[in-house]
């Protein structure tokens, strides 16, 4: 009996360990972020990974809403079974394979504030950019 105390302490905190990783992989929230590539808006996203790092997040949904007045720019959804897009970065008005256009692009203008709500994995992020600063894409 008095050996299987401390091997059972440590199994308890092993297996709590594990639990409270597991979870925090699963409800970890989706970043959202808008670039330029080559003169072209575009949007990516990226989640943290479960131990380090950041590992980026193939799209299922992106929506581009004027902050003012929240008028919808663009807004697409890829259908149940569309296979992931071949790039991370999707970029403004680009209709994939596979993916439904709820609203068409409108014409973003310079100096104008923007909300992207993004979509991954069940996982939603959302960001905001101005048309005309953007940072550049990533390799």
């Given amino acids: 009996m008095r050996l299987c105390k401390p091997v059972c302490s440590e ?36 989640w943290p990974r479960l131990f380090y790092g950041r590992e980026r997040a193939a799209p299922s949904g992106v929506t581009v809403q004027a902050r003012a007045g929240h008028q919808s720019m663009w807004e697409v959804e890829a259908e149940l079974g569309a296979a992931e897009p071949a790039s991370f970065l999707l970029l403004y008005g680009q209709k994939l394979a596979g993916w439904s256009e709820w609203a068409p692009p409108a014409p973003l203008r310079a100096g104008q504030v923007y909300h992207i709500y993004m979509r ?20």
């Fill in 11 to 46: 199994l308890r905190v092993g297996v709590l360990l594990i639990g409270v990783a597991l979870l925090s992989g699963c409800s970890g929230s989706l970043d959202a972020h808008a670039c330029t590539s080559n003169g072209k808006v575009a949007f990516w996203a990226d």
């Fill in 120 to 139: 991954s994995g069940g996982r939603t992020g959302e960001t905001i950019f101005v048309a005309g600063r953007l940072l550049p894409c990533p390799s």
